[in-house]
């Protein structure tokens, strides 16, 4: 069945730096468009990022644009999600997709990731 499973989050202080991690199995990843998407504490599910399955396009809302960066390893199986000059409101639980809208797909179980000092 299908399995993705986050890492790499944690606490980090603003401005620093986390690089989250998917690992996928389940269904044939190389042609599966993928994203990211957070849900903080008494808040809707957030679309963060996608990528299109072969990697040639990325997208991102404008509230990361330019700090988060979306990459995939279609050799690994593998999504990541590079996070830089984070904010305290960035603090979240983490979730990957199978899909370019997250909602339609299956989510991980989320890594969380929180920035404080």
């Known amino acids: 069945q299908v399995q993705l499973v986050e890492s790499g989050g944690g606490l980090a202080q603003p401005g620093g730096s986390l690089r989250l991690s998917c690992a996928a199995s389940?269904?044939?990843?190389?042609?599966?468009?993928m994203s990211w998407a957070r849900q903080a504490p008494g808040k809707v599910l957030e679309w963060l990022s996608g990528i299109l399955s072969d990697g040639s396009d990325t997208y991102y809302a404008p509230s990361v644009k330019g700090r988060f960066t979306i990459s995939r390893d279609n050799a690994k199986n593998m999504l990541y999600l590079q996070m830089n000059s984070l904010k305290p409101e960035d603090t979240a639980l983490y979730y990957c997709?199978?899909?370019?809208?997250?909602?339609?797909?299956?989510r991980g179980q989320g890594t969380q990731v929180t920035v404080s000092s």
């Open positions: 997709s199978n899909n370019m809208i997250p909602t339609l797909g299956t």
């Open positions: 389940g269904f044939t990843f190389s042609t599966s468009d």
